[in-house]
């Protein structure tokens, strides 16, 4: 398995623009800031892109925020064998097509953990891939 988790759009969201006083905000921020490095995929930048336009951020700032999480992230495609995985999962799993090509990039990637708020906390799919709520805890030393 790989040493980077997977980190879904979500996250990445709530840790630029979630306001102080919600507490998804820091928590986000303090994992995607640790210093780790982490997967994501091309749907996660393009979903990102599409959130944080609906949050009113700056294209400018978006753009910024893409080429920061491309630097420090190993970015995979989204490629015919991942779609193909993705159809398999979503009738196996009963997930959204949505979910189901995020989990299935994680699996290529070899990730060991997948961080996302949209899955059930906890779940291991196809007994190597546990999906991470780190918005359930208020310490993401508890994430690792």
Not at 41 to 52: G, P, W
Not at 84 to 104: G, P, Q
């Amino acid at each position: 398995m790989s040493a980077e988790p997977f980190v879904d759009t979500n996250i990445w969201v709530y840790a630029h623009t979630a306001e102080q006083e919600d507490i998804r905000g820091p928590v986000a921020r303090a994992l995607v800031d640790d210093g780790r490095r982490f997967v994501i995929s091309t749907q996660v930048l393009s979903e990102y892109y599409s959130a944080m336009l609906k949050n009113r951020a700056s294209d400018a700032l978006i753009q910024d925020n893409i080429e920061s999480m491309i630097l420090r992230c190993e970015v995979l495609l989204i490629d015919t064998a991942t779609i193909r995985t993705a159809h398999k999962l979503k009738l196996r799993y009963r997930f959204s097509y949505w979910d189901s090509l995020v989990i299935a990039t994680a699996l290529q990637g070899d990730c060991g953990i997948l961080y996302s708020e949209d899955l059930q906390d906890g779940q291991l799919i196809e007994e190597r891939l546990r999906v991470v709520n780190p918005l359930n805890v208020t310490d993401t030393r508890d994430c690792r």
